[in-house]
């Protein structure tokens, strides 16, 4: 198994930006492909991006193309998600997740296809 573990979340104003990290432990990370899911108050959890075991395929939900990057650095075992030009619809909990799952160039886009998952970080932007 993997324990992941979700950081940079925080308050910024619209427009503004930020960096999440999600770090994972053992060492077979690179056989993991990755996403990034967010929960609103009130909302359920979707998926913001994914990114396969190699990093050579991305996913992006319309609603932040342009905007978002997904990313990862198998040698230090952690996905970054930078978000740039923030929103007042982005505020949710930020959630890391990982599958050992498919090919390396598998892209997951369900949450049933994961089967680890961080415990989250909260990203509040002001309007």
């Known amino acids: 198994q993997v324990q992941l573990v979700e950081s940079g979340g925080g308050l910024v104003q619209a427009g503004g930006s930020l960096r999440l990290s999600c770090s994972a432990s053992?060492?077979?990370?690179?056989?993991?492909?990755m996403g990034w899911f967010r929960q609103a108050p009130g909302k359920e959890r979707e998926l913001v991006a994914a990114i396969s075991k190699s990093g050579s395929r991305t996913y992006y939900a319309d609603s932040v193309k342009g905007r978002f990057t997904i990313s990862r650095d198998n040698a230090k075992n952690t996905v970054y998600l930078q978000m740039n030009i923030l929103k007042p619809d982005d505020t949710a909990v930020y959630y890391c997740?990982?599958?050992?799952?498919?090919?390396?160039?598998?892209?997951?886009?369900?949450?049933?296809?994961?089967?680890?998952w961080g415990q989250g970080t909260q990203v509040t932007v002001s309007s």
């Open positions: 997740a990982g599958t050992s799952g498919g090919s390396i160039f598998y892209l997951p886009l369900g949450q049933e296809n994961y089967d680890y």
């Open positions: 053992g060492r077979t990370f690179s056989s993991y492909a």
